[in-house]
């Protein structure tokens, strides 16, 4: 499983470099986990509220989402 921890407060674009006591979010996925630092709780809830698209479950075009597929040409 590969681990990656980010430093930087994905909200502010600041670099933490106190991590104790500095509110966390750990993303567990089937290959990898992923654990962000945030500044402050505010900028961590500000992350946890955009709203993204799954690849997963729109594979064909992330920008207009079909399961239709056309023919190209």
Known sequence: MLHRVETTDPISGRNITDLSDKPFSLDRGS???????????????????????????????????TDILMPEG
Do not use: G
Request: hydrophobic share 35%.
């Open 31 to 65: 290959e990898e986990e992923l654990l962000i630092y945030f500044e402050s709780e505010d900028t961590k809830q500000q992350f946890l509220d955009i709203l993204i698209e799954h690849p997963i479950e729109h594979r064909l075009n992330l920008d207009k989402p």
